[in-house]
């Protein structure tokens, strides 16, 4: 069964920094696009950052480029988010999902997800 998992988050203090990881399993990993989203608490899930199969193309959400960074390491089949410099404003739930095809900003394109994890970010 394919699943993806989600691992990384926690509560750290503004300025501080965390990696989120995407494990993958039961499907071939490489072929697909990964994306990040996050949803914060009362809003809409919004696009973080894509990365292509090969991991060679990326894209990150403006306002979060030059602190968030989307890498992937296929060999472990395995997503990763680097995010430093937090701020209270990135407590959400992140979420990983995959698609067959490009990148994409907008959630309803992927077809695959995680059950998310918490990051809180608070003094």
């Known amino acids: 069964q394919v699943q993806l998992v989600e691992s990384g988050g926690g509560l750290t203090q503004p300025g501080g920094s965390l990696r989120l990881s995407c494990a993958a399993s039961?499907?071939?990993?490489?072929?697909?696009?990964v994306g990040w989203f996050r949803q914060p608490p009362g809003k809409e899930r919004e696009f973080v950052a894509a990365?292509?199969?090969?991991?060679?193309?990326?894209k990150h959400a403006g306002s979060l480029k030059g602190r968030f960074t989307i890498s992937r390491d296929n060999a472990k089949n395995t997503v990763y988010l680097q995010m430093n410099s937090l701020k209270p404003e990135d407590t959400a739930v992140y979420y990983c999902?995959?698609?067959?095809?490009?990148?994409?900003?907008?959630?309803?394109?992927?077809?695959?997800w995680g059950q998310g994890t918490q990051v809180t970010v608070s003094s």
């Open positions: 990365i292509s199969g090969s991991g060679s193309t990326t």
């Open positions: 999902a995959t698609r067959s095809g490009g990148l994409a900003t907008i959630s309803r394109d992927y077809d695959l």
């Open positions: 039961g499907r071939t990993f490489s072929a697909y696009t």
